[in-house]
């Protein structure tokens, strides 16, 4: 079953503007995580944000966890063609498992 | 230093028969992780090897199974395949301890029932 729910299912926008993909999970979880996707390729891994964080950047992502409403958001500021992708949010449960959602389809156009 | 690698990147099998794929993680890591993707969905979380170890299992049926070695390679094998099955397979590894850690995925390997 899966625990993280990715909104929207799927976004489209153009080259140069900023893309917000959100997370929203059930149960408690020790750290949230990031993964892209390119088509019919294997998931790699952007960003861990911890539960004790609320929010990290690197380069042009930023994402921010508030535990309170179990919830995280990715931005991906001055989009790319090349960040065409999906977007996956995976939980770290206290249980020593991990859930991916459903993830979110990127499109930006050039 | 090398990635995950999985083998075969295409699998074509007829309804009924067995397939077998392989996953050889990033040297150093003792998790391995295989994962189902149909087509335009979602990862479905098969099996977590840990140390030779099956830690974790998903909610698939027993004719889903696989193994990991000493080198911490694995095995996934699928009898008695049916349609459905086809999908892409994902394997994925992590330093071990907790089935927490950040993943490190191979390309998968496309699975085709027929």
């Known amino acids: 079953s899966q625990q993280g729910e990715e909104d929207p299912q799927a976004l489209s926008i153009q080259e140069g503007e900023n893309a917000t993909m959100n997370c929203s999970y059930k149960t408690s979880i020790n750290n949230l995580q990031w993964y892209r996707q390119n088509s019919g390729r294997g998931l790699v891994h952007l960003i861990l944000i911890r539960s004790n964080e609320r929010e990290k950047h690197s380069g042009r992502l930023r994402v921010t966890l508030d535990t309170s409403k179990k919830s995280s958001s990715l931005l991906i500021t001055a989009s790319r063609a090349a960040d065409t992708a999906s977007y996956f949010c995976a939980t770290g449960l206290n249980n020593n498992d991990m859930r991916f959602g459903a993830g979110t389809r990127l499109t930006v156009k050039p | 230093e090398a990635g995950v690698t999985q083998s075969p990147t295409h699998l074509i099998k007829t309804r009924g028969q067995q397939a077998t794929l392989r996953c050889s993680p990033i040297?150093?890591?003792?998790?391995v992780y295989w994962y189902q993707q149909a087509l335009g969905l979602g990862l479905q979380f098969l099996l977590w090897?840990?140390?030779?170890?099956?830690?974790n299992r998903g909610n698939f049926p027993p004719r889903f199974s696989g193994r990991q070695f000493p080198n911490y390679s694995s095995e996934l094998n699928v009898n008695a395949l049916e349609l459905e099955d086809s999908a892409l397979y994902l394997c994925?590894?992590?330093?071990?301890?907790?089935?927490?850690?950040?993943?490190?995925f191979g390309p998968g390997t496309r699975l085709t029932v027929t």
């Open positions: 040297s150093g890591h003792t998790s």
């Open positions: 994925a590894s992590s330093l071990g301890g907790t089935g927490t850690q950040s993943r490190y």
């Open positions: 090897y840990d140390e030779g170890e099956e830690r």
